[in-house]
């Protein structure tokens, strides 16, 4: 937690406006970064979301934004604390447009629902339940809102009016002749998005101030400590095994991906590699892996890096048990223990085993599994500790469920960063002020659309989305998925009940009884070229990912993001930004081509390098090898020659390719697998292309040159 | 409320066992009822289901019921009071079988589930939301557990277990090779129900005793005043217009009906009758109906009710708005006051306007629209008002929410009872203690599965469901949700947005242009012997309600409250009982035939009168005119010559179909539209075949013969 308030801007006896409040309460504003405001009031929750962020927010980044400004008195952010707990009212212009809550399946522009985000495994009715849920949102008109409560909170986002005298503009009728016709949304007139907070007894409000929608989303990063910035490998391939895999399958898998040059950097080993799982042991099944030593280091001799599915739920044969009895909550998971991590010291009894055990192992990262919570899950299944659970650190099962992905995934990269290792790690659950941990979030889910829509959310929430591909209804399908996972934070095959990777065989069924697609070596053979576009374009991402940590730009956002005031981008939520110059716009096996809307500006298409003029829609129909992608103009494009995985020393032969007549792009250069970059050791990149002339400009106290320009080619 | 206990059983400081306690609290057992036990314990919610239960218990009917019976010490239900709230813990046995919560959608034995029962229109997700929430289950052990709060309410049904030192016997796992597997349910081992209720500083719990499952439920119906006894020409079918008819069509309608002798009892006008109806005027709308009363009464003189719809927000235009303006909440719903229903006095405005201006015009029923919530509904709209509203009564929004709807019947059902006028109300939403109110819950969600589930589920829960038929898919389709709207408490096609009865155009657009299927005379034949059927079955359905008045007996009711130890219908969700002797096994268009189980003892099929040994699955393929029931041995089935509708002195020709050797069947005789029989002005008509020979034996002081018995005929 920070804890020096910049300075205290108001201490005063407020009579909301908006509401009649039980009392009025005595209430502080507070800069506790710039541009970044905290409103007091009552008796704040112990457990907040921010009470557990030990990252120190970027103070000096955030003074390089444009000065920061609200587009309304900070004082007409009303609150109310009343017998049933706390609301809080904040200004809303008619025209405005909202966005956040977490990672959100169903729903993009927020404006005029009502919004619940709740952490759950399956969020399939769109409430606001989701496996990232933030009691945050972000404007267009340039701001966020932060209510720092774990508690299940809900937001109406201008869909109440008032019952206060003045006639709302609403639309009168006398019904229609349909359902859709009835109920029509008729709200949104509302001048006012209300946070109900039932339970708590006061409230912090965090206010991320603009002067846009994205420095406001900047600073919002920047105050959790920067964006993260994972291992460099971490943005390569990653494949996860079938779970009753053994070593010798493990190996045999491996040596297939680097028989057929297929890229891949992680291997990830799905739940048996445990004696027990459902709950975890934590401890390696001998049955399965005779000798866990040789096979990580053999695999590392091939380049790859091993990452361990677990969940934090502790079962009675695990070291971990007797140690965690008396430090976890009051209800069992699965027979297990959970572990109370809203306790430091319980959760560094739990991250050590893991350091001691299987990171001096050489183990990359983990997968962190059923850290959300399930209130309907696969048929009538139920699991997860009840919400009224009790934990030794007073905090109950409520605050936990919203906490328990955060607190477990701080746990696990705060033992990497103290072995100042980096790594790249899996979580099925995150809250607020987690922009800094570099873990990517995945869902049993799997309606492509779906995740679209998640890979654009994510840059409202600072969270990190992986639209994994598992298996496929079609080819088509299969390659669109691919396409998606290539245009993401990280690129993930979960074949965990699949025999064959999912390119040889795309029926379950048929995969894991060996029976290979006739034509399995052309769609191989196209899925390369996929991967080997992500493996070229690994060091443009790796820079949008340190733009993330140094300036708080989401790698990937949505066109709202950075054009606020285009009202054709309001509403798009399958378009999206990969760091500052490419457009995004997947498509899925629903059809074969898609309109696409570009806004302000010339772009240019990336696979025919032809210019498209902005503010207007086209029509694409990309093939399963070409990615729907499209260059802004004035921007320069480094695309490496596709390695395999990146080793601690690969260097990377870039071309640059220009797009117009002048154009910037930069590149970030470091070790990628240490934090020595928080020291300093690390270059930035300048590259820019003027009068017909490419130029490199380096600078930086990195030694090693890992980037070469070996070409620039100019598009136009 | 109940006023006199009957006596304090117990008044100790009790120790929880199962929970440990913020504090030992005081609590007190009390004996309101037979066999029904009130636990209190800290400060009880002053706005409880039960707190506005105006119905006096049947305590002399209780008293008949078999000795009331607890399958454990009533001690052992375990209550917590911390900061959070109240937890409830009651008991249970490893083998036990939970149902009820509500009209439940998407599920019926609770076991090992965890459930939500909120109100809310659409429950299209598994949480537990559903437009009849009751915070009330009962046990296949014989018993039934109410906990009086209208707070968002999360039960654990067995789906829990404890970090207390044991190791309970869960099945441990490495994980399987399917979603499925993953996630089976491997809790359930538990040997408690939880109730967690946040916000509660005190709370109270209804016991339901047994012995038996039946009993428990008919003490809980009991308990409410006894099960809701419509009018009798409720039992007809209802036909709602479409909603831009104006006061022609609506003749021309009804017109049809009798030309071509297709039963129907009750008109149906939707939104456009009013002025303005998102929010409601309450006023007649005479562009549309330029002489309402000339309706009412030209309809009347044809054997016609007129059902009104609206909703409870009340529009400024309204001649209610301004004497509800400072009795109504913060917020409003569509432009409307919601009034304070908390408010008897504010319930009574409301109710009275209908009284004055609708019931003395002949209006013989509502239909109370959207008094439920919208947390998601179609396309993006959600509407209603926030949670946390405060209204001058002191009920907040939550509380609010989870009893609008009952309130609203309530009121609207008072002033017809004051009128000793007898109705049939439709209502979108109810809760607990309703079991008293003529009002049929209905759902814009149209899966027929669905609806099955919610006429089973109906009789756990004190409610009637009406599973409408609307458009559809298939003629198949439009036959067999036909015959489980014959099948079911109220038979009801929603006609709001088609221009002709469904059975002429199944579908929507074809209709609207009066483009008539080409065998649409066959349908419109085959959907008229069915609804025949049900005017034949409406002196036994009759019957089958005055049991649920006076004796608690769900006229509808899953297989395991007549066989509560058959463990063979646990799971059965798509069979039911309709009064004693008729087993119901509805198809939908998914399949031709469909497997039964028949309990044990001997059936009859209907159709064809074949004998059938219970304990037993079967497979049957009725035809669309053939209804899917099955007639218990020892059953007289009073079938009626059908009527075209119900007039006040209307009589009914019986024929006594009589199934085995011995068999014995019961009438209810009264004026079906007044609430006479309340002074007892009612008979009860015995009737019974032994030795070959039929016998009647009418009790009471009820003057009119309605029923004449022109035949037997033996069945076997």
Known sequence: MISVPFKVLLALTVVCSLINPASAQQRQVTEVAPGVKKISIGQADKFSPYSFCDEKPQLAAMQQLPAAKLPFDINNIAVAITDRGVVVEVPLDGDEQLYGFGLQIGSFNQRGLRKKPIVNDNPSNDLGYTHGPTTFYVSNKGYGILVNTSRYTTFYCGSTSRNNGAVAAVKQTNGGNSVEDLYANRSGASGVVSADVPGAKGIEIYVFEGPDMLSAMQRYNLFSGGGALPAIWGLGVKYRVKADFKQDEVKKTAAYFRNNHIPVDVLGLEPRWQTTAYSCSYVWNKDFFPNPQNLIDSMKLQGYHINLWEHAFVNPASPLYEPLKNKSGNYLVWNGLVPDFANAATSKLFAGYHENTFIKQGISGFKMDECDNSNLSYGSATWSFPEHSRFPSGIDGEQMHQLFGLLYQKSIYNVYKQNNIRTYLDVRASSSFASSYPAALYSDTYEHDEYIRMVVNSGFSGMI?????????????????????????????????????????????????????????????????????????????????????FKGIPPFRALVMDYPNDEKVFGIWDEYMIGQGILAAPLTEKADQRKIYLPAGNWYDFNTGKKMEGGKEYTIQPTYTQLPIFIKEGTILPLAKPLEYVAPNSQFDITCYVYG????????????????????????????????????????????????????????
């Not at 890992?706 to 100019?714: F, M, N, P, S």
């Open 661 to 716: 007549d002048n154009a910037k792009g930069t590149l970030f250069e470091d070790d990628g697998i240490t934090f020595n970059y928080e020291k300093g050791k690390y270059n930035s990149i300048g590259l820019s292309y003027e009068n017909g002339k490419g130029k490199l400009n380096r600078k930086g106290s990195f030694g090693n040159k890992r980037y070469a320009i070996k070409k620039w080619e100019v598009v136009k």
């Open 465 to 549: 989305w992986s639209p994994e591909v598992r298996e496929s209804n079609t080819v088509k399908d299969l390659m669109r998925r691919s396409q998606t996972a290539v245009l993401s934070a990280q690129t993930l095959y979960n074949s965990w009940y699949l025999q064959n990777p999912p390119w040889l065989q795309i029926n379950k069924e048929k995969n894991n009884h060996d029976e290979l697609m006739a034509d399995s070596k052309q769609i191989e053979a196209d899925v390369r070229q996929l991967l080997n576009f992500r493996m070229s374009l690994l060091p443009y991402l790796y820079n949008a990912f340190a733009e993330y940590h």
